[in-house]
């Protein structure tokens, strides 16, 4: 574990694996940190020295006052690797992560070597659905973030999964209850006012989609939006819901790993 100096506090982040291995970045979804990849990191140890980082707002990373941008955070990331001394780095990023990653695809392509966007939209929800909740937990604070958790188990997991693997679903839920308001709602308005339908093209990158088939939050249709419009990209689909990695596991792992291990 370690921390970055930025300019505002210190970003939080965690490098496992290989010293001399690839670098693969790891962002984590809204309301989580960085520990919704823990399933991930035995496969992805094996070949990868794997960062993965709290977004501004989460975990232990610095909480600066709202709303954020998605520049924002992908600025972090690229001050993330440069403080690392990482001239270039896979990338995967699932839902508030992917449209981080959708950014660093569009906006600095020559520090990426492959990009994977899970769960993600070009485009994700309307004001309608986040003004009101960034109200609420503005307003409730703690509370808010307790009520949402108890919400998020639906949106977050199938029901069959959720029942099946209850431990696993609340060790990633308990993250949203302990997610700081004030950075949980200056994140909801970045993912709010993101929408790159139009700038999608300009990622040249090789790219993997993947979706959920059960993803109600961002559902297969804005997978397929994103894969259609940049030249070549790869799609893969995983009976998930909202957070496939968990849900997919080892079938995500490995999907994940034969894209980035292609040459």
């Known amino acids: 574990m370690g921390f970055v100096q930025l300019a505002e506090g210190e970003l939080h982040y965690q490098l496992d694996g290989p010293v001399d291995a690839p670098v693969l970045v790891l962002s984590n979804s809204l309301g989580t940190h960085l520990h919704m990849w823990d399933a991930q990191m035995p496969a992805f140890t094996e070949h990868f020295r794997v960062l993965r980082f709290d977004t501004r707002g989460h975990g232990q990373s610095l909480v600066t006052p709202g709303p954020y941008r ?12 440069d403080a690392l001394h990482i001239e270039r780095a896979h990338f995967c990023g699932l839902s508030m992560g992917g449209l981080i990653g959708q950014w ?9 070597n492959r990009l994977v966007l899970c769960n993600t939209a ?8 986040w003004n009101p909740r960034i109200e609420t937990v503005l307003r409730d604070g703690p509370a ?8 998020s188990i639906a949106r977050w997991f199938t029901p069959d999964f959720a029942e099946a693997d209850a431990a696993a679903a609340k060790q990633i839920t308990d993250m949203l209850a302990a997610t700081s308001p004030q950075g949980y709602a200056a ?6 006012d993101a929408d790159f339908r139009e700038q999608l093209s300009a990622i040249t990158v090789p790219l993997l989609v993947i979706a959920g088939t059960e993803d109600a939050v961002t ?18 689909e995983f009976y998930a819901a909202h ?4 849900q997919a596991g080892a079938a995500f792992s490995e999907r994940v790993l034969t894209f980035l291990l292609q040459h």
């Open 104 to 112: 660093l695809g569009i906006n600095a392509s020559d520090r990426l």
């Open 219 to 236: 559902p297969p249709s804005g997978g397929h939006f994103i894969q259609e419009r940049v030249r070549g990209a790869e799609y893969a």
């Open 122 to 129: 070009a485009k994700i929800g309307e004001p309608s659905v």
């Open 144 to 151: 808010a973030m307790v009520a949402l958790r108890d919400a």
């Open 70 to 81: 998605i520049e924002q955070l992908g600025r972090d990331v690229l001050a993330l690797l």
């Open 243 to 246: 957070l496939s990695n968990v």
């Open 187 to 192: 994140n909801c308005a970045a993912v709010r």
